[in-house]
């Protein structure tokens, strides 16, 4: 089925498309045509960048961006481009890694791109933005869920098709205390912006609830081989729940670790963890663990013409936060459309004011870049698959 949006794409007259990205070539002009010249040349293609982790441990959730780019771009130059200019993908590869991601947005701004579809995670979208903002570049994430990159008012060119940590971690502790029923609670995260910040809001909804104990707050590095001494904690504390904060390799090493000593306990964690990688790489331990993530619209059209598209382009089923990059990628591209150029400030009203239909519903920008209407859900891995829940 052919989404609205795309139609409306379309049908917008976009006379004088400034360059979005690099490679553009101006023609040579004849010195007395050039000292006439008032205008620059017009632009030959719209290029999006992709910035993400492509490789690496975390490159599962970085690579499904890429595709849903790629088929949105792919869908869009099949009926003629934005009025007449083709839309191209420019893949930057940072491993979620904050180092990297400084180094991929310096690559992209260099290259004249000024829309992009990234970073995947918060640290490295954090460490990214400030380079955008001087270069006035607009940010579009469909993963990074840090709080304070909307809420903090500090990126008036960062948006995301994703909800945000506040919301998750508290959604996560709500769901713990309700329905799992638990009394005592550790709150595992990994110091990062991301799970840091997941953590805190769910020990702070754990704490303004006054059902449940928070009977242990710890936080463990990154890339770690041996987890237990956390897991000797967790278990000394008496805590009948784990709340974790963080990406799947540690999660699925800490889970691993749990089991082995005995502590099979409640644990719930976020959409970091939300992951057929998790899964593949705990095994069985992973069976019964929780995890909040995006919540999935099975009988959005739009939805199921994407994930169609995927499994017809690349053989497979698209991965974790699918959705929400194919989202970002269309309302990105339709703001473009809506504002008649790339224009900084044109492009951001349009992305406020503009509806488009997506993945995830129909859905338009508040004025802190947060997409409208966005939520999270719990699911289960149940029989080797992640299940909803609620």
Known sequence: MKSRWMLT?????????????????????????????????????????????????????????????????????????????????????????????TNAATKLVSEKVTIVLGHICSGATKAALPIYKDAKVIVMSPSATSTELTQSGSYPNFFRTISYDLIQGKAAAEFAVNELKVKKVAVIHDK???????????KKALEDGKVAKVALFEGITPGGVDYSAVVQKIKASGADCVLYGGYHPEASKIVTQMHK??????????????????????????????????????????????????????????????PQAYAASQALLNAVAKAGSTDY????AALQKEYVETPVGKIKFDAKGDAEGVSFSVYQVKSGKYELVK
Do not use: W
Request: aromatic residues 6%; glycine residues 12%; charged residues 25%.
């Open 9 to 101: 794409v379309l049908g917008v007259a976009m006379a004088g498309l400034l360059a979005v990205g690099c490679g553009e070539k101006k023609e040579e002009k004849k010195p007395e045509a050039a000292a006439n010249a008032t205008a620059a040349a017009p632009a030959k293609k719209v290029v999006i960048g992709v910035a993400g982790a492509q490789s690496g441990d975390l490159a599962s959730y970085g690579l499904p961006s890429l595709n849903a780019a790629k088929l949105v771009a792919k869908d869009l130059n099949a009926k003629g481009g934005i009025n007449g200019v083709q839309v191209e993908v420019m893949p930057m590869d940072d491993q979620c890694k904050p180092e990297l991601a």
């Open 192 to 202: 990062g912006d991301y799970g840091k910040g997941f953590a805190e809001s769910a």
């Open 261 to 322: 000593k005995g502590l099979k306990i409640a644990f719930v964690s976020d959409d970091g963890v939300k992951d057929d990688t998790f899964i593949k790489t705990a095994g069985a331990d992973a069976e019964g663990v929780y995890a909040t993530g995006p919540q999935i619209l099975a009988d959005n059209e739009v939805y199921k013409k994407a994930v169609a598209d995927h499994e017809k382009e690349f053989g497979s089923k698209p991965g974790a936060f699918f």
């Open 345 to 348: 400030d044109k492009v951001v």
